[in-house]
T-cell receptor, first 115, second 114 residues
């Protein structure tokens, strides 16, 4: 079975550029989560969707960050403009989302470096 | 609000020794509890979960965890570790009434030495 697929795996770009991270959740899963992982702050939840609708975006650090889920099989996380402090590993996860009963399945992440 | 505390950021052990990774949580509501493992350059994988019933939960790779409600703990144990268990381990909690969003601890790096 295909797991959660994230692209790209690595992204290196210059400060000020727009960055778009992509995620394809597991088919049939109705909840999708975006996380950021850094040495300093650990694993932080940025935003999560249920049935393609954003439920909680309180973890999104600034207006420079935006996330969309146009359909059940695709989501994007965009940073515009990017800054060096955005460098991190970004993970996408999906679950069947029955009130926390089902575990989350993670992608392999996108390692983002902003120069 | 919920929180998860993993008391040890790093745990070095020798191969075939037992290990315990500690996790405490705080929550004003009933919760589900999870342990995830992260190998280098990979995403997190579920090791085990506690939803209800028996407080001793068995997971993959010989790991187990015990839910202790009075101590609000969910410690992870393995009686004999292998080199391949070297990874970072995350404890997480989910509010039973939530949409399934997890609150993670800071992680514990387990380093198994020969």
């Amino acid at each position: 079975d295909a797991g959660v697929i994230q692209s790209p795996r690595h992204e290196v770009t210059e400060m000020g550029q727009e960055v778009t991270l992509r995620c394809k959740p597991i088919s049939g899963h109705n909840s999708l989560f975006w996380y950021r992982q850094t040495m300093m702050r650990g694993l932080e939840l940025l935003i999560y969707f249920n049935n393609n609708v954003p439920i909680d975006d309180s973890g999104m650090p600034e207006d420079r960050f935006s996330a969309k889920m146009p359909n059940a099989s695709f989501s994007t996380l965009k940073i515009q403009p990017s800054e060096p402090r955005d460098s991190a590993v970004y993970f996408c996860a999906s679950s069947s989302g029955k009130g926390g009963l089902q575990p989350q399945h993670f992608g392999d992440g996108t390692r983002l470096s902003i120069l | 609000a919920q929180s998860v505390t993993q008391l040890d950021s790093q745990v070095p052990v020798f191969e075939e020794a037992p290990v315990e990774l500690r996790c405490n949580y705080s929550s004003s509501v009933s919760v589900y509890l999870f342990w995830y493992v992260q190998y280098p350059n990979q995403g997190l994988q579920l090791l085990l979960k506690y939803l209800s019933g028996s407080t001793l939960v068995k997971g993959i790779n010989g790991f187990e965890a015990e839910f202790n409600k009075s101590q609000t703990s969910f410690h992870l144990r393995k009686p004999s570790v292998h080199i391949s268990d070297t990874a970072e381990y995350f404890c997480a909690v989910s509010d039973r009434g939530s949409q399934g969003n997890l609150i993670f601890g800071k992680g514990t790096k387990l380093s198994v030495k020969p």
